[in-house]
């Protein structure tokens, strides 16, 4: 049962026409997700540090308890696009079929005949199979008559050709949508470096946007750390996963192209619990954030202004009163992560800061964050609770399983 201090009716199913994001607590319309499914059974333990796993996750349990987050937003009006459908659709045409399948075969890695047999491999499966095996990944035992080259009597057949990509249920990260504007992102962590050419091929189904080059070379930016308070408001978490130089060049082109007029940086601490500025704070109303205020304490704020010299890094004493005057309000409310140091230490640990918003004053939540879910309740918030025992393994929420498409203002 929610947990709910004012009573709230669904609003009614709205296909949108377009994309378009300008906001984190706006209706949402239209999400990406991506189901777990057989990548999550190539996480063993001696791998889970490589992976960003913290213990190996149970698959039939994940896909129930994702299952149960996607029934909780169809049932308020949210219209659910699934990674790899998307995929099997695009891949019908060749040469988003190449531009799949070469992205996931490494030259360097395998040798040249090692390569071109993989690659033949891929080409003989139908969509559905080849989808399937891109995200999974292929093993050398996959392969019928791998050649007799160093790189396969070297390894063993339990050895990757294509690597699985397990963490692409926290579909957020890989792509930057602001406006009708999307980002193909460049993934910090070499188990997620492949995953931005999965959404570059679906961004290909989902409809018109313009699309934004990528970071300059080697920079990072992921999803996770792009907060759209509003069309005037976006912060920026830099940090583990996105670096500086990034943050930079797409505050440069929110000023220049979009003309939003406050552009934040946060810098967050390196560490597990802070990976992206949503696992610090989310918002939760329009005037309302959720906070780890234990995390926010060791982070630092930056307003980035556009000189004639380059972008300049204004230091930012106040975080939320710099947000409150950006977006035109008196003052921002901030709900702390519920418990005891001990119990905030814990829930934090499993994401208690980091909501999704259906609408304004409500969002889902993991239920295993009690105290937190109950503040948030206290405050006059909503709260959907899903099963979180299985998603959480990885070090992701709600707001992480989810890539918002289309949201009302």
């Known amino acids: 049962m929610a947990l709910s201090a004012r009573a709230r009716q669904p609003e009614p199913r709205v296909a949108p026409a377009v994309n378009s994001v300008w906001s984190e607590v706006g209706a949402l319309r239209r999400v990406l997700v991506h189901r777990p499914a057989r990548e999550l059974e190539r996480v063993v333990p001696d791998a889970l540090g490589d992976m960003l796993f913290d213990d190996v996750p149970w698959l039939p349990a994940a896909q129930r308890e994702h299952d149960g987050f996607t029934a909780v937003m169809r049932a308020n009006g949210v219209d659910v696009c699934y990674l790899d459908q998307l995929l099997v659709r695009a891949v019908a045409d060749p040469a988003l079929r190449e531009e799949l399948t070469s992205a996931a075969i490494d030259r360097a890695r395998l040798g ?212 409150a005057r950006a977006v035109g309000l008196t003052a921002v409310r901030v709900i702390a992560v519920g418990g005891d140091d001990d119990t905030q230490c814990r829930e934090q640990w499993s994401d208690a800061a980091n909501v999704l918003a259906l609408r304004p004053g409500v969002v889902v939540a993991y239920d295993r964050n009690v105290h937190t879910n109950e503040a948030l309740a206290r405050a006059g918030i909503e709260v959907l609770p899903i099963a979180s025992a299985e998603l959480s393994r990885g070090r992701g929420g709600p707001h992480c399983l989810s890539c918002p498409l289309s949201r009302a203002c």
């Open 112 to 323: 040249d005949r090692l390569h071109d047999d993989v690659a033949d491999h891929l080409a003989g499966l139908a969509p559905q199979p080849l989808v399937d095996s891109l995200i999974a990944g292929v093993r050398l035992a996959d392969l019928p008559d791998a050649p007799r080259t160093l790189v396969t009597r070297l390894g063993s057949d339990s050895m990757f050709i294509v690597d699985p990509l397990p963490n692409l249920q926290f579909v957020r990260d890989s792509s930057t949508w602001i406006g009708r504007t999307v980002a193909v992102n460049r993934l910090a962590k070499a188990a997620r470096a492949r995953e931005p050419a999965q959404l570059a091929v679906a961004v290909n189904m989902l409809g018109p946007a313009a699309v934004w080059p990528t970071c300059p070379p080697r920079a990072s930016l992921e999803g996770g750390d792009l907060m759209i308070v509003s069309p005037d408001c976006v912060l920026i978490g830099v940090g583990e996963r996105t670096m500086g130089a990034a943050a930079e060049a797409v505050a440069h082109r929110l000023h220049e192209q979009l003309a939003v007029r406050s552009v934040i940086a946060v810098s967050l601490p390196r560490s597990r619990q802070t990976m992206h500025l949503d696992t610090v704070m989310t918002m939760v109303d329009r005037d309302t954030f959720l906070v780890s205020l234990e995390q926010l304490r060791q982070c630092a704020a930056f307003r980035l202004m556009p000189q004639a010299d380059g972008m300049h890094a204004i230091p930012v004493e106040d975080l939320f009163g710099e947000i």
